[in-house]
């Protein structure tokens, strides 16, 4: 790079790109107050010149643990989350990452398109990640069409994820959900127990295998099951942050967090 002395300081580099802080992509991220997963799996990717910025919404009843307590918890939060992007949007993010997937998923396509208009009638033009798109611009990457889905929640959440795929013309082999029963519980899944339900999940006509469930980190066990298995295991935190970065024009290749990092 070519350097210049001005007229009344040291020599300066010519054409010096900008390197503050988030000069490439500054992303708000929203998660729940009962959250543990999404910054630790955020904080795995490194990039520079890309900054996250969560901004957390009160979950006032964790309760998951039956259907009338996953639709309440469901009520809660949608009056919650709001709140949480009108405080993030003070940073002035170019991109809003959604660091939550059931909202996403509830009500099929059109429950989604309806949870997009909402988030999008409040952050104008800033672009926008939700669990849900994300997941399908990953598996249409990879152009798989047999998946099987891994969720944290009770039946009537697995559900909501069935018909999501299903409607968008995914052949969805097998949920298994793991049945939390609390919002907060969900991190506290053993990695055996992960292991398990995806040796369910798994056969030999299944494309490719997802995780929904922000809270649910398999963001260290996925890579290694994809070499295992020799088939895309897409971690949803994993799917938002690669989804939320291409958006943002961060083209990067990032080794050792899964293929969808490394190779598109």
């Not at 630790?40 to 890309?50: H, L, R």
Request: hydrophobic share 40%; glycine share 8%; with cysteine.
């Amino acid at each position: 790079m070519n350097a210049t002395r001005t007229p009344n300081g040291p020599w300066r580099p010519q054409n010096r790109r900008p390197n503050y802080l988030g000069h490439r992509a500054k992303i708000g991220v929203i998660i729940p107050s009962t959250n543990t997963a999404v910054e630790y799996d955020m904080q795995k990717i490194n990039i520079p010149g890309v900054t996250w910025h969560p901004g957390r919404f009160w979950v006032e009843s964790p309760d998951l643990a039956s259907d009338d307590a996953f639709l309440y918890f469901l009520d809660l939060i949608r009056k919650e989350i709001p709140i949480s992007i009108r405080d993030v949007l003070t940073s002035n993010p170019t991109h809003i990452m959604m660091g939550m997937s059931a909202e996403t998923f509830w009500g099929g396509v059109e429950g989604n398109q309806m949870f997009l208009d909402r988030v999008i009638e409040q952050i104008g033009d800033i672009g926008l990640t939700t669990g849900a798109n994300a997941c399908n611009d990953a598996l249409e990457a990879f152009g798989a069409k047999t998946i099987s889905v891994l969720t944290p929640y009770q039946e009537i959440g697995d559900k909501q994820v069935y018909a999501y795929f299903s409607e968008l013309g995914y052949n969805v082999k097998k949920v298994v959900g793991l049945k939390c029963d609390t919002a907060t519980s969900i991190a506290e899944t053993p990695d055996e127990q992960v292991l398990d339900a995806v040796r369910e999940l798994d056969g030999p006509d299944v494309d490719a295998i997802v995780q929904v469930g922000t809270n649910l980190s398999t963001i260290d066990l996925f890579p290694v099951l994809e070499k295992w298995l020799g088939k895309p295991c897409l971690s949803i935190n994993m799917v938002t942050i690669w989804h939320a970065l291409r958006s943002s024009g961060v083209q990067d290749k990032v080794d050792g967090h899964g293929w969808l990092l490394e190779n598109f």
